[in-house]
């Protein structure tokens, strides 16, 4: 049991978004146009964003539960005890989870990425995040490096504005 896990690791039960089950205690999906819509929405952050991806989950978990999450592993591990999320977990950044998202990202598996970057941060990294970035613009998927464009793609997505990510699949 996922709640078990996270009350021994942190000694409490983990906060959960009361706007992320339905009446009868499952993750739903959004009806749009008569028909369901999944997006699959990938996560990451730098580790001096961590904690403002997981502000930013438990804010919207409501929108987020609609959809397939997935995304490195530290990000994710915090994101799903804040918020009882259910995401699939890829390893951490440094360990190839970027890799591993960037793949699902050439094989169009992603529908948008949220990666919180931290602009002050050594250039070790610029590598794999100017890989992420290229990716996204051949891709043509939407990106949020900032917590200012993730919230308006959020919003975006909750209106059905990225409902054209279903026609690139076909």
């Known amino acids: 049991n996922g709640s078990a896990a996270a009350k021994r690791r942190t000694g409490r039960l983990p906060q959960y978004c009361p706007a ?5 205690g499952r993750v739903g999906c959004i009806r749009n146009r008569e028909r369901m819509i999944y997006m699959t929405i990938a996560l990451t952050a730098h580790d001096a964003k961590k904690e403002l991806m997981v ?6 978990c409501g929108i987020l539960s609609h959809h397939s999450l997935g995304g490195t592993g530290t990000t994710c591990k915090m994101v799903a ?17 970027d890799q591993q998202i960037a793949a699902r990202i050439s094989c169009n598996e992603i529908d948008l990425l949220l990666y919180f970057r931290d602009p002050m941060q050594k250039q070790a990294l610029e590598p794999h995040d100017k890989n992420l970035l290229r990716l996204c613009d051949l891709n043509n998927i939407p990106v949020a490096t900032n917590i200012a464009t993730a919230e308006v793609l959020i919003h975006g997505l909750e209106r059905g504005d990225l409902d054209w990510r ?5």
Request: aromatic share 12%; proline share 0%; net charge negative.
């Open 20 to 24: 992320a089950f339905g009446a009868n």
């Open 55 to 60: 502000q930013f989950c438990i804010a919207y």
């Open 81 to 97: 005890e804040a918020t009882g999320l259910e995401i699939v977990r890829f390893l951490s950044g440094e360990q190839g989870g």
């Open 166 to 170: 279903e026609i690139v699949k076909l």
